[in-house]
């Protein structure tokens, strides 16, 4: 069963991939363009220096190291990445300062995509997830998307790119044809449903990093 703190879908294997990229080939791209109007980045919403703080953290809490992907979660044997809940290891000052830059950003969000009824806030957050991926071991996050079964209550995605990589590591669309490159402090939203099933393409050039989270709805 996965938990909360983890992408809680089963991916989708090569062939499913690739059946993908030919119905973004069919798609109109008038579909398309709307569907990518919710997908939105924000570049510097990190500092750069609390960028680096929270991979150096990673790196020197190796005892709380978690392995996901293949080997650990049915339907993930194309993925692969080692993970952090720094959730449970964050005093509340940092907890806070996440709380209020995702009502800041959401705000931000709300206004550029411009729907009649905005989305809303929630008190309830995913953990907050620190992921690396490696380039030797051909880490990556096979075709998925983020809203199903025991977290069916996540309704948008928050992703932060920690550092830049150069080569490889975009989180891509595959029925949009659209993809995002990792730059340290960029910010990622998009709805976390089918319509918006997403990859992380292995790195090449070196390590990523990543930070994520998701609205929730209340439960009753």
């Known amino acids: 069963m996965p938990s909360a703190g983890t992408t809680g879908c089963v991916g989708l294997h090569d062939s499913d991939l690739h059946h993908g990229e030919e119905g973004a080939a069919s798609a109109a791209p008038s579909s398309q363009d709307h569907l990518r109007h919710f997908i939105r980045t924000y570049d510097n919403s990190l500092p750069p220096q609390l960028c680096a703080k929270l991979v150096e953290s ?20 194309d993925s692969a990445w080692t993970e952090l809940d720094i959730s449970k290891l964050s005093d509340h000052a940092f907890l806070s300062f996440f709380r209020s830059l995702i009502s800041k950003e959401l705000a931000r969000y709300n206004a550029d995509i411009g729907l009649s009824i905005a989305v809303p806030d929630s008190p309830l957050l995913s953990p907050l ?33 920690l550092n830049d990589v150069e080569q490889g ?28 099933a997403h990859q992380g393409r292995p790195p090449t050039s070196g390590d990523k990093y990543i930070l994520s989270t998701y609205l929730r709805f209340p439960q009753r």
């Not at 992921?131 to 928050?158: A, M």
């Not at 989180?171 to 709805?191: E, K, Q, S």
């Open 58 to 77: 990673f790196l020197t809490l190796g005892e709380f190291h978690e392995r996901n992907g293949r080997g650990v979660r049915p339907g993930l044997d």
């Open 129 to 161: 997830i620190l992921k690396r991926y490696r380039p030797e071991s051909d880490e990556r996050f096979q075709t998925h998307f983020d809203s199903i079964n025991s977290v069916c209550d996540r309704y948008l995605v928050f992703l932060w790119y």
């Open 169 to 196: 590591g975009e989180t891509w669309f595959p029925g949009l044809n659209h993809g995002i490159t990792p730059r340290a402090g960029r910010l990622l939203m998009f709805p976390p449903y089918w319509m918006y």
